[in-house]
């Protein structure tokens, strides 16, 4: 009878073969995770620009507001001083910020348009809001 002594070199490249199979789909799932969290990161940082560009806009500067709603011309976030957070900065963002008229006195309808760049892709954000600069509140229409 013969004895065994380990595993031969066959035996090795098979369990390793079987090993290597079941681990692509675990790299898949995460590399298929890491980009869901990275862009649902990029979407949260383009949401808290916006609230931030909309505090500033509510907070110092009615005069630019309504100087914008009577212009027409969308305003940059150069325009009202502000600087994007170094966490979203390395997304090469960039703000438009329209402001109309909204029916009534002291009320504006304010449409914030960021975009990013997403690997080889510009992403964007666009939220919409109805400022009150009588009762210096907004509200949030929605996302796109």
């Known amino acids: 009878m013969r004895e ?24 898949d799932l995460w590399i298929t995770s890491y980009r869901m969290n990275n862009a649902g990161y990029q979407y949260l940082q383009a949401n808290l620009t916006s609230q931030e560009i909309l505090a500033l806009l509510k907070s110092a500067q009615p005069e630019v507001v309504k100087k914008a709603s009577e212009s027409g011309v969308p305003l940059k976030s150069q325009d009202i001083g502000y600087i994007f957070k170094s966490e979203f900065q390395k997304f090469n963002p960039q703000a438009e910020i329209k402001v109309s008229d909204y029916d009534l006195t002291n009320l504006y309808q304010v449409v914030i348009r960021l975009s990013w760049v997403e690997g080889t892709k510009r992403k964007q954000s666009v939220t919409y809001y109805i400022l009150n600069f009588a009762s210096c509140n907004f509200l949030k229409i929605g996302d796109l």
Request: no cysteine; glycine share 12%; charged share 10%.
């Open 4 to 27: 065994k002594r380990g595993f031969t070199y066959i035996e090795a490249l098979i369990i390793l073969m079987v090993v290597g199979l079941g681990l692509i789909p675990l790299i």
